[in-house]
């Protein structure tokens, strides 16, 4: 796997990257916050006073700081002092709205280190290897969740009962995929057996070029139904994957016609 190496194809991932993280603070910052039940340490914010862990303004206020600063940095302004900014202010963000978010969140993970490696490159670093550690980054996002219920479950993940269960607490009521899964158990096993394997295979998309669109392929009906039963918004992470795989495939393409 290859990425273009100009300045062009950096700067499009760095917005890319920039405003999928302002729009993911955006999403959480009007989230139900939860103010009863058993306290457990599940972040770094499980470290602070209760009144502090728990204060949904301050989630808000560190929330607003980032926005502030990640615009900032977006526009280059002071990018070296606002890339730092920006990553302890979504760290920071993150930690209490992992303490507080009744359900939890993992969608994060992946920008927290994308925005690491961005501020990383604001001070000259990872100039060679930028790319594929990116790449490493997004495509873990898949992989480690594929992998964790292989961990946990085993096969027996593949039972069709478990995504029914799930989809009909959490799933929305006029989806047309919820509706399949609950009427037919067959039908959640098929799901299950292509979620695993495209979550547990996601590595494939560092392989041969027609391999890599059967899973970019896959990926993007994976996110189809998610949406289209959870509008969990996970669509920035496909987002990402299509720049960093498909992207480049293209515009080498193009090139070679070109040529």
Known sequence: MRWPSTKKYFNGFRILTLLSSLALMMDQIFIRWRMDGKIQIVSLAGFLPEPLMTSHLLFQAISVLFLASGLLWLF???PKWTS????VLFIFSTSLYLQNEPFGDHRQSVFCFLLMILAAREFQLLKHYFFPVAASIVVSFYFLAGWEKIFYSGLSW????????FVHYMGYGNSHLRHWILQSATVAKFLQAGILILECG???????????????????GFHIGIEEIFAYRY??????????????????????KNA
């Open 235 to 256: 669509f920035l992470h496909l987002f990402l994957v299509l720049y960093l795989f498909a992207l480049p495939d293209i515009l080498e393409r193009r090139h070679e």
């Open 158 to 165: 593949v039972n069709g009962t478990s995504l029914q269960v």
């Open 84 to 87: 730092i900014l920006s990553v």
């Open 76 to 78: 280059c302004i002071q």
């Open 202 to 220: 996601s590595i494939f998309l560092f392989g041969p070029r027609f391999l890599r669109w059967a899973w970019l392929i896959g990926l993007v």
